[in-house]
């Protein structure tokens, strides 16, 4: 029936089959937006009418309902094995993570629309998967208030999935059920290209579109100089053609953006910063919050045909890049786990903004900031693009994760980490790391209290690991991700993110007039030890005061302290 019904639509003229698939958007003169179920609803009918498209059901999401992937293709072939098979390059476009932002959820109804329809077409080689709408509790959640300052659609969803997590702060801590079904699709699919439709916040200007970069610097090597000096500039000349002088998202909260502006750095939480982890070229198109709903749905659709148009011409080159990166990673011995802003250096932008001033605020009387539109100019403005490594690790040979820390080991497997569990009890000399000191957020920030600042110090030993204890090995597409994952001291490590702050509490002790004879015993036996504490107690006036604190110095400093308080519980094997 689906293919009767497809030579049916093809012989219809192209304006008949624009009219019978309209969009929610299209038929409120670009004002609303379509409801979550509006949404799949005119996918599934989209599906029926044409073999190019295919809506799949994967995994689930904290709403309740699953989520769904659109697969795009000229041949209708929309098998992931068989895609690859072919060659083909396939384009990752996510939508709704913040459903107060729907302009891509709308502009990929269009787009697919048309190419149906036969108004636009894609390269025989390129495959596009979409994910219609990735927050599905926040788009169930609908409201005319939500995102006050944003000009439409009429209604708009929330921020915040089913648990209140802003999904795009989720993508290594993995806190939701749809940040764990998408490293099951980002897999998958392995894209060459993934971008992210959100819309800004900030200051007003006169452009239409802004676009996130995943930092060229942090991609690295020929990928992350094909990304500064041809992908980039290749979206903003294609853009140009179009009518939409395309900037860098304008990273300037508080200040005006004239004096120019730093690029946002997106660390591996973020979508964009996660596909870097993967070799993808990533991004995070932004259509400016202040512009009419109609002319950024328009600049959103504009933007997803200039990603089509630049990989249908450097597909293949782009391919190439991403398989010797991923070469080089498994090779590469150093690796950046920190980085930090290079004002030594810079380029130059051509930034459309309006003069801002200040004038008495209606609310309290004293001076506030507006933009005064009937005031535009135009100004070559400074943008800061360049990150220096500010911390390096040597890549170990191998890591060892004891199997009692589930959650991380769950994590790695859901990211298809090759790793293999021991096969007996094994004692295996490790390097181990023994947090001295960190700061932990004293607020909370999407659930966790952000562990920062951290400070290792590391030993060698001999350690008994058990059957089932995983071994992971660093020769492996996963490098950047691991090394990024469980070096602790990594912006986004697992440590970073509370996985495993229960080695941070001591759970052992002792009572003091039970374990003074203890105690005693010990340094006469380890007069080492005695002299160090003497000395301590002649330098430092309180504690030379405080009883409990000397015992405590000796029960630290003895076997019955227990080796696990502050141990980070993933070595690694460097022999």
């Not at 295919?54 to 000229?74: E, H, I």
């Not at 998408?182 to 900030?202: K, M, Q, R, T, Y």
């Not at 301590?536 to 405080?546: E, Y």
Request: charged share 25%.
């Amino acid at each position: 029936m689906k293919k009767i019904f497809f030579l049916f639509t093809i012989a219809l003229p192209v304006c008949v089959f624009s009219q019978t698939i309209t969009t929610k958007y299209e038929q409120s003169g670009g004002k609303q937006s379509p409801t979550y179920f509006e949404i799949i609803e005119w996918w599934k009918k989209l599906d029926q009418l044409s073999n190019k498209v295919k809506m799949l059901t994967m995994g689930p999401s904290d709403a309740g309902f699953p989520l769904n992937l659109v697969m795009v293709s000229n041949d209708g072939d929309h098998n992931f094995q068989s895609i690859h098979k072919k060659n083909k390059k396939i384009i990752f476009v996510n939508n709704g993570i913040h459903p107060g932002e729907p302009d891509g959820i709308d502009a990929s109804m269009l787009l697919v629309r048309d190419i149906v329809a036969n108004k636009y077409k894609i390269p025989n080689d390129i495959v596009l998967a979409l994910i219609p709408v990735y927050n599905i509790g926040g788009c169930l959640n609908r409201s005319p208030y939500y995102r006050i300052d944003q000009d439409g659609p009429e209604e708009k969803g929330f921020r915040g999935n089913s648990q209140n997590l802003d999904l795009n702060r989720d993508f290594i801590k993995s806190d939701s059920k749809e940040a764990r079904s998408f490293a099951e699709i980002f897999h998958l699919l392995d894209p060459i290209v993934f971008f992210d439709n959100h819309v800004s916040d900030g200051a007003d200007y006169q452009h239409v579109m802004t676009l996130l970069v995943s930092q060229h610097n942090k991609l690295g090597g020929e990928m992350g100089e094909f990304m500064n000096k041809e992908f980039e500039p290749g979206l903003y000349s294609l853009m140009k053609e179009k009518g939409y002088d395309l900037v860098p998202y304008v990273n300037a909260f508080g200040d005006t953006p004239e004096t120019g502006w730093s690029a946002y750095w997106d660390s591996p939480r973020y979508s964009s910063g996660y596909a870097t982890l993967w070799h993808c070229f990533g991004f995070v198109p932004e259509s400016h919050m202040l512009k009419p709903y109609d002319q950024r749905v328009k600049g959103t659709y504009a933007l997803m045909q200039c990603f089509i148009s630049f990989t249908e011409k450097n597909g293949e080159r782009m391919k190439q890049l991403k398989e010797r990166t991923i070469q080089n990673e498994k090779n590469k011995t150093e690796f950046e786990i920190s980085w930090k802003l290079d004002r030594s250096q810079h380029s130059t932008i051509t930034y459309k903004g309006y003069e801002a001033g200040r004038k008495p605020s209606e609310v309290s009387g004293l001076p506030r900031l507006f933009y005064d539109r009937s005031k535009p100019f135009e100004k070559e403005v400074p943008f800061y693009n360049y990150y220096k490594a500010s911390n390096t690790v040597q890549k170990p040979k191998a890591y060892i994760i004891p199997q009692g820390w589930w959650k991380v080991i769950d994590l790695l497997k859901i990211n298809k980490v090759q790793m293999t569990p021991l096969k007996k009890d094994t004692v295996i000399e490790v390097q181990v790391y023994n947090i001295d000191n960190y700061k932990a957020s004293p607020r909370q920030y999407e659930m966790h209290h952000i562990n920062s600042d951290v400070k290792i110090s590391t030993s060698f030993k001999k350690i008994n690991f058990r059957k089932g204890d995983y071994y992971i090995p660093m020769n492996q597409e996963a490098n950047r991700f691991l090394i990024e994952t469980l070096e602790p001291q990594a912006e986004d490590s697992y440590f970073a993110w509370n996985f495993f702050d229960a080695i941070l509490s001591q759970k052992e002790g002792f009572s003091g007039y039970s374990f003074e004879d203890i105690a005693a015993e010990y340094l006469n036996k380890h007069p080492d030890l005695k002299t160090r504490l003497e000395e301590r107690k002649a330098t430092d006036t309180s504690f030379a005061k405080n009883g409990y604190a000397q015992l405590n110095f000796v029960y630290q400093n003895s076997p019955y302290m227990e080796p696990a308080y502050l141990r980070y519980p993933v070595f690694r094997v460097i022999q």
